[in-house]
């Protein structure tokens, strides 16, 4: 998995809407980037501290 993933690879590894991408993003629950202005990737590491509480998803 490369270290930064689009809003579509996220939604599609944690198997949600890229709505739910953007409401995670918005609750700071994962970290993203904005490279220009209508891009914007999230950080693997900040996917897999989700993946991994106990009390998400």
């Not at 739910?20 to 994962?30: G, T």
Request: hydrophobic residues 45%.
């Amino acid at each position: 998995m490369p270290e930064l993933l689009t809003k579509d690879e996220v939604a599609k590894f944690l198997r949600v809407s890229v709505s739910s991408v953007n409401r995670l993003i918005a609750s700071r629950e994962l970290v993203a980037l904005h490279t220009t202005k209508r891009k914007v990737v999230i950080t693997k590491s900040s996917v897999m501290e989700l993946c991994s509480h106990p009390f998400n998803l």
